[in-house]
Structure formats: structure tokens, C-alpha cells
């Protein structure tokens, strides 16, 4: 550390950066499996290293190896807000290329996977698996929010979780750039680390057709309506022609993840629709895509009707 750097600063690494994974999500929803496909894919894989010893661990010389560490509520030191500051402050390095990874999995599944295998629930050991999942989906909420890729594994088997991994990870080809779509409503806030936001607000709005009303932007018949107005296929246009000559010079930066935005009023028909038009368009040009709905996402996870609000 030279005297010009502020104190309590790690000193920065010189070199290539560090390519980091912090993997998390509830018990049973496949985090083991997701760390051992990492390493498969070349990662060096720690699973449950205490959050204290994470930032030491970064702070050395970095490895040859990208890194991926698990962690859970089962961390004798876990807390959201300390994993929550862990990841704003690597994300603010500028020496550490971060992903949140969140393996995510419906209750019901859950309690049908703990039945089968007989396991304790490690947050419930003297109580039914239920308590357990309860209070860990509740301790991971906040993280389940910031992620940066979301897997739901409900529906997944051992093999497709694997493939989802691989997908999102690999490390052979280095000009496949991640790119997450991002679908919100600004009056709950931007997302975290987006690199760009883009406004769907001006566009028509389905909140105004009582039969599209309690539908989202996944719906081919809100997609049409919104696909109307005369300002929405310029707009895809305009959309479309910087991403493309972003995406490549994010690749030829260094960049393995690209994180874009698309907000409304209530992050329900008109951003879920550009997300969904946006990642087709991505996809079709050879680009590696997920897509997060943040509102609609929030709303199936805590049980919630779709809103009413204007979309």
C-alpha cells in the first residue's frame, strides 16, 4: 500500500483480474451441485468458507484459476447485510469481475426434497423442514433480490442443472459475453450494478385495457399492444444498434458479464416486454442471455396476486 492509497483499502492487484462467483440460494436448492459443476468447468471451488476469510482470500496474489465460493445461512458468521456489503464492495473493485449466482427453487419442491433424502433441515434440527425453509428463504430474501443470474431448479434435473451452470460459466470461449436482462419498475428502485438503463415508460400502456391489465409482458397479446405504438419499434431499433457495438467492445475490455435494464411504472407489461423482445434479438446474434423480472419474480416468490397498478 503506497501512502497515497486510503487506509483500511486493500492494495490492488496488478495483473489480469480475478474472475469471482459467489454461489448461494437455499438448502436443498442445489448450491452443491452448481460449485461442483464449477469446478468441473475449471473454477477453484470452495464451498462455506466463513464470509470474514472471503476478502482475505481475495486479497492475495490471484491464481491462475477463476474462483467460486459458496456460501450459506448455515455460515457461522452469515448475515444478509455482511454477504450484501461483501458483494457492493467487490463489485467497486476494479481488479475482481464478480457474479452472483442464486439457486433458487420453489418451497414445495424443497419440503419434497427433504422428505425423500430424511435430512434435517440444518436451520430446523429439532423442528420440521417447513421452519427451516421458512427461515432460510426469509434470511436470503435480500441477496435473492441483488443476484446477478437466478436459477430456478424446481424443475431441473441434476443434468439440467448442470447445463444451465455450464451455460452461464463456461470459460473455452471468452468472446461469449453474459448478458442479463433486467425488467423493474423505478418506483422500487434500480436494480443493483446495472451497466445501462433504459426507460419504457413513454410507451403505450396495457394497464389501461382491463383485459390486459392482470396480464404481463410475457403475454403475446400485451407484446402486440405495446408493440403498437408508433415509438416502440424505433426505440427496439435505436435499443438493438448500441448494444450491438456495446456488447463486443465490453468483450474486447475484458468484461465477461453485461447487466442492461429496462424500467416502467410498475415493472409488469411494458419493461418485461422489451426485456423479452431485447433478449431474442441478443440471442439471434450468437450472445449468451438471461432475463430477470425483478417485480414479477418478487411477487411469485412471496405468494403475492399480480398487481394492479399501472404497469
Known amino acids: 500500500m503506497t501512502p497515497a492509497d486510503p487506509p483500511g ?24 451441485s452448481a460449485i461442483r459443476t464449477l469446478e468441473d468447468l475449471g473454477y477453484e471451488a470452495i464451498d462455506n468458507l466463513p464470509i470474514s476469510l472471503i476478502p482475505r482470500l481475495l486479497d492475495t496474489p490471484a491464481p491462475g484459476a477463476p474462483m467460486a465460493i459458496g456460501v450459506d445461512t448455515r455460515n457461522r458468521d452469515f448475515s444478509a447485510g455482511t454477504l450484501q456489503e461483501l458483494v457492493e464492495e467487490f ?17 414445495d419442491i424443497l419440503l419434497r426434497r427433504f422428505s425423500e433424502t430424511r435430512r434435517r433441515h440444518p436451520l430446523a434440527p429439532a423442528e420440521g423442514p417447513a421452519e ?14 441483488q ?35 433486467h425488467s423493474f419498475s423505478y418506483k422500487m428502485g434500480l436494480p443493483r450494478a446495472l451497466d445501462f438503463a433504459f426507460d419504457c415508460r413513454f410507451l403505450r400502456n396495457p394497464h389501461w ?7 404481463d409482458g410475457r403475454d403475446p397479446q400485451v407484446a402486440e399492444y405495446i408493440a403498437k405504438d408508433e415509438n416502440f419499434a424505433p426505440y427496439v431499433a435505436q435499443v438493438e444498434a448500441m448494444l450491438a457495438m456495446i456488447a463486443p467492445a465490453s468483450v474486447a475490455e475484458g468484461k465477461s458479464h453485461l447487466s442492461v435494464g429496462f424500467g416502467c411504472t410498475g415493472g409488469q407489461h411494458r419493461s418485461v416486454a422489451m426485456a ?29 396476486p399480480k398487481k394492479t397498478e399501472v404497469g
Open 9 to 32: 483499502q486493500p492494495e490492488a492487484r496488478t495483473g489480469a483480474m480475478q474472475r469471482l462467483v459467489l454461489v448461494t440460494g437455499p438448502a436443498g436448492a442445489g448450491r452443491s
Open 91 to 107: 463489485a467497486a473493485r476494479e481488479d475482481i469481475l464478480q457474479d452472483v449466482l442464486y439457486l433458487d427453487c420453489r418451497t
Open 132 to 145: 427451516g425453509i421458512s427461515r432460510d428463504i426469509a434470511m436470503l430474501a435480500p441477496i435473492r433480490a
Open 147 to 181: 443476484a446477478d443470474i437466478l436459477i430456478d431448479t424446481s424443475d431441473l434435473s441434476v443434468h439440467d442443472l448442470k447445463a444451465e451452470v455450464t451455460r452461464h460459466f463456461e470459460l473455452e470461449d471468452s468472446t461469449r459475453l453474459g448478458i442479463t436482462l
Open 209 to 215: 385495457d382491463q383485459a390486459l391489465r392482470p396480464l
Open 276 to 304: 423479452q423482445r431485447i433478449a431474442k434479438s441478443l440471442a439471434g446474434d450468437g450472445w449468451r442471455v438471461s432475463i430477470r423480472h425483478r417485480e414479477i419474480e418478487r411477487r411469485a416468490a412471496a405468494g403475492v
